[in-house]
């Protein structure tokens, strides 16, 4: 199985501020025939599930805010959240779905500073 | 619009089988052909683990830490699919998610993708 490591494990950032989230493949997670990377970002909050935020790494998911970027490729991505609403707080996981099981990472939990 | 609903009993006693089902609306499971439908599990406070999947012809897919106990099936006339997971111990105490897959082609043939949307999961504790 591919192992997904996330970091770090938690963090705050003020209202407004940049929020970054990195997570690490155990190999890569690049699929050289479409040169795409089979990573995606989910955001969970307290008591519901997660919700899709990103896939291919950098594509949003439609209705997202464009405050919600992602990149990287690899073995190494990084979610960033910019200019940090108080609706932002949440879990975030990654996943990759480049092989079965897909796997995610523990999670990461954000709050405000 | 698609929704997802998961339904079955909340509690299980040690070494009998979770039954679950997850009902769609919003769209037909039979002609449902470029997307999985799948089983994700959250223990309390932690992280996601992948069950299994089945596309609606029923092929099925399963996560190899379990697939000796996990049976998914679908029945496309009510629309819905369904978990067993049989020997039932305390680790499997857990948040039960059914999800779609969006499958995408890889070097392995096809991947199970990401997953949306989600059902809102319903608490399965394993208990005497």
């Known amino acids: 199985d591919i192992v997904m490591t996330q970091s770090p494990d938690s963090l705050a950032v003020s209202l407004g501020e940049r929020a970054t989230v990195n997570c690490k493949s155990s190999?890569?997670?690049?699929?050289?025939?479409?040169?795409?990377?089979?990573l995606a970002w989910y955001q969970q909050k307290p008591g519901q599930p997660p919700k899709l935020l990103i896939y291919w790494a950098s594509t949003r998911e439609s209705g997202v805010p464009d405050r919600f970027s992602g990149s990287g490729s690899g073995t190494d991505f990084t979610l960033t959240i910019s200019n940090l609403q108080a609706e932002d707080v949440a879990v975030y996981y990654c996943q990759q779905y480049y092989s079965t099981p897909p796997t995610f990472g523990q999670g990461t939990k954000l709050d405000f500073k | 619009q698609l929704q997802l609903q998961e339904s079955g009993p909340g509690l299980v006693k040690p070494s009998e089988t979770l039954s679950l089902t997850c009902t769609v609306s919003?769209?037909?499971?039979?002609?449902?052909?470029?997307?999985?439908w799948g089983w994700i599990r959250q223990p309390p406070g932690k992280g996601l683990e992948w069950i299994g999947s089945i596309y609606y012809s029923g092929t099925t897919h399963y996560n190899p830490s379990l697939k000796s106990r996990v049976t998914i099936s679908v029945d496309t006339s009510k629309n819905h699919f369904s978990l067993r997971l049989s020997s039932v111990t305390a680790a499997d105490t857990a948040v039960y998610y059914c999800?779609?897959?969006?499958?995408?082609?890889?070097?392995?043939?096809?991947?199970?993708?990401?997953?949306?949307?989600w059902g809102q999961g319903t608490l399965v504790t394993v208990s005497s």
């Open positions: 919003g769209v037909s499971l039979s002609t449902s052909n470029n997307h999985y």
């Open positions: 190999q890569s997670v690049l699929y050289s025939s479409s040169n795409k990377n089979y």
């Open positions: 999800a779609r897959h969006h499958p995408q082609s890889s070097s392995s043939g096809w991947s199970q993708g990401w997953f949306d949307p």
